[in-house]
Each structure stands twice: as C-alpha cells, then as structure tokens.
C-alpha cells in the first residue's frame, strides 16, 4: 500500500462522511421540527466545539502513531483546580499557569512512558488519566462542581458570550483547528509526526528526533486540553470534575477515526477531525431533539465507532509495509 494510495483512500472516507453529512442535516431540517432553526443550529455548533477541540488533540497524537485517553482528565482536572485556586485567593495568572504545568506535566510523563519506556500509549494514558483524576480530586479539589467564583466573571464573559450572534466557543475550535493544521503542515515537527507515524523505524534511520517528537506530540495534546477545560469551565460558569466519568472520550474517538484519520499512523489531518465532528455533532442533536435516552444515544454511537474501526481497518490493513509500524 502507498502513502499516495492511503491518502485518495482517506480523501474518499473524509468526502463520503461529509456527504452523509450533508444527507443526515438535510433530511432532518426537512423532516424534524426545531432542528432547522437558528437557535438550534448554533447550540448545536456550540456543542460539538468541546469534543471537536479535544478531536484535533486527538487526532495530533494518532497521527504519530499513538493514542491518549487521558485527555479528559486533563482537561477536567487541571482547569477544576485552577478555579479553585481561585476561589481560595490565589492571582488568576499565578493559578492558570500552576494548572497549566500540572497539564503539561502529565503530558510530559505520557510521552516519556511512550517513548522510552515503550509501553503501549493506550495503556499508558489509561493509567495516567485515572491516576490525574485521582490525585486531584483526593488533594487538590474538594468537591465535583466549584462554581466559577467572581474573578473569573471575565472568562465566563469571554467563552459564554458570543460575536456576531456566533458562540465564542466555535471560534475557539476553529482557530485550535487553524493553528494545528498549520503546526502540522508547515513545520519541521509537524512533518516530523507524519514521518515517525508513517513509519517510525524509517524516521529513526534518517536521523529523526524520534523519541523527542513522541513527547512533544503528547505534551502538544496535553496543552489543546487544558485549554479545552478552560474555555469549558467559562461556558458553563462551572468546573465539573464528574464529566471524567462521561463516554465523551469515545466520542472524540469516533470523531477522529469517522473522519478519516488513519489508526496506523502518519495519515489524515484536522479537516478529517472537521468533517467527523459534524456528522457526530448531526446525528447526537438530531436524537436529542427526538427524545432518545442517553442510553439509546451511546449505543448508536458505540455502533458507528465499531463500524469506523473496521473501515478504517480495511482501508488501512496491517499488510507486511504496515505491521513493521507496531500496534498502538
């Protein structure tokens, strides 16, 4: 299989998902009642900016050749402390940047762990989400909602309101969207991610700062994260430390592989991530509108993401070139 081969593949899995895309908002503008409107539309934009954001983190590690699932907690944890801080007196500069070296730092020990050690990243992030989720909780946050205290009426402003009637928080996901793809297409360490993922053997042999990079793209992931909890913190006038133990991260999951960022490694792109956040972000405001449980909704979804983990498998199939790679 072809590096050139791989991305017409994939090109033709971004534009079959946007055209479902397309298919699925047509059909329930026309055949939904509330679907269509404006109000709707813009909550619906707004909803999908947090899994969206968390999808371009995602997908930054999965093209070089890894996963995080530790990306909630770090998004969760390290911004509930930072409103804590906060709320107990501390400057606001001071608390964001301690909450954001506790975000880094996990991201740090993910790569390192990965890198080094070369334990699986899937196994990795597992125990360093729960272990993030854990220890914060235990010693730095004592409860599961602190409301936003009055210092940070500015954030709420900032990432709750809105510019030209357009939800703040799709302008977040879209420059998050705009600076990454640019990371990844125009710089050194970009391409070098393409490269290692590709096929990490071939990176090392011409010389590639391969271990470095892996814990770049971790640590990368890590700081689109924070952010993510930041601006989500402000949008709710919260900071909720239960949504650790919500399925939002199979959702970003399914938004990265659906749109056609390749498991294998070194393929795909943030318009992949784009083009899966707005069938996900169709399809979970078209069942919301028709009343289905929450239970309902996470089987459908659950569905669609086995069904994208084996496209993904055929399109991309662990042949001799592929299986040098490793696994995940």
């Given amino acids: ?14 534009g079959i998902v946007f055209g479902l895309s397309i298919l699925l908002f047509v059909c329930l503008a026309l055949f939904l009642d509330g679907f269509g409107t404006i109000g709707n539309l813009l909550s619906l934009v707004q909803a999908v900016s947090v899994v969206g ?17 530790s990306l909630v907690a770090i998004m969760a944890m390290p911004s509930a402390w930072f409103v804590v801080q906060v709320q107990d007196g501390s400057a606001v500069p001071t608390a964001f940047l301690l909450a954001l070296a506790l975000a880094l730092a996990v991201g740090v020990i993910n790569g390192l762990i990965v890198a080094f050690a070369e334990v699986p990243g899937i196994l990795v992030t597992i125990g360093t989400g ?15 909602v602190i ?10 402003a900032l990432a709750g309101g809105r510019t030209l009637g357009i939800p703040n928080t799709v302008f977040f996901f879209l420059g998050v969207c705009g600076v990454a793809a640019a990371f990844l297409r125009a710089t050194s360490y970009g391409r070098f991610i393409y490269a290692i993922g590709d096929n990490p053997d071939s990176a090392r042999t011409l010389g590639l700062p391969v271990r470095p990079v892996i814990v770049a793209q971790y640590t990368l992931a890590a700081f689109i994260a924070f952010l993510v909890g930041v601006v989500l913190v402000g949008s709710v006038d919260s900071a909720n430390t239960r949504i650790f133990n919500s399925t939002i991260i199979y959702d970003v999951i399914l938004v990265v592989v659906l749109g056609g960022v390749g498991l294998s490694g070194g393929r795909g792109g943030i318009r992949n ?3 899966g956040t707005l069938l996900i972000g169709i399809l979970s405001n078209g069942m919301t509108i028709l009343n289905m449980s929450y239970v309902a909704q996470n089987l459908t979804k659950a569905a669609i993401l086995l069904c994208a983990i084996l496209i993904d498998g055929v399109l991309n199939p662990r042949d001799e070139q592929v299986s040098q790679q490793g696994n995940i």
């Fill in 1 to 14: 299989m072809t590096r050139w081969g791989g991305i017409t593949r994939h090109a033709t899995q971004e």
């Fill in 53 to 69: 954001s968390l999808g371009v983190a995602m997908a930054i590690v999965v093209i070089g050749r890894g996963v995080d699932l």
């Fill in 130 to 144: 729960a272990l993030t989720y854990g220890a914060v909780q235990y010693f730095l946050v004592p409860t599961d």
């Fill in 147 to 156: 409301p936003l205290p009055s210092q940070l009426d500015w954030l709420a």
């Fill in 273 to 275: 991530v784009i083009v």
